[in-house]
Nanobody, 123 residues
Framework: QVQLVESGGGLVQAGGSLRLSCAAS????????MGWFRQPPGKEREFVAA???????TYDADSVKGRFTIYKNAKNTVYLQMNSLKPEDTAVYYC?????????????????WGQGTQVTVSS
């Protein structure tokens, strides 16, 4: 059984930083990507970033380019380093896995999801 366990959310002031973690267990995703999505209050879930399982390729949403970095370690944990946070980054952030690389921005293509972690950025 695949499990994705997220941690690292919280409350931060605008301009601050947070790092989210997603620990994957149960299988490897050698042909797929792992990604981060977010769902702001009252809005649909949106793509944030994705990384190939071998960490050779990364993908970012335009809204977070230059501020957020996705990376992973050798122990099946994916991180999202978030710098220069803005109030509009406030959302529940979800880790996801199992999408093919060519569909890394489409939430419908991900087979596994974490429980979500709240990130709140105050102005």
């Amino acid at each position: 059984q695949v499990q994705l366990v997220e941690s690292g959310g919280g409350l931060v002031q605008a301009g601050g930083s947070l790092r989210l973690s997603c620990a994957a267990s149960g299988r490897t995703f050698s042909r797929d990507v792992m990604g981060w999505f977010r769902q702001p209050p009252g809005k649909e879930r949106e793509f944030v970033a994705a990384i190939s399982w071998g960490a050779t390729s990364t993908y970012d949403a335009d809204s977070v380019k230059g501020r957020f970095t996705i990376y992973k370690n050798a122990k099946n944990t994916v991180y999202l380093q978030m710098n220069s946070l803005k109030p509009e980054d406030t959302a529940v952030y979800y880790c996801a896995a199992g999408a093919p690389i060519v569909s890394n921005k489409d939430p419908a293509r991900y087979n596994y999801w974490g429980q979500g972690t709240q990130v709140t950025v105050s102005s």
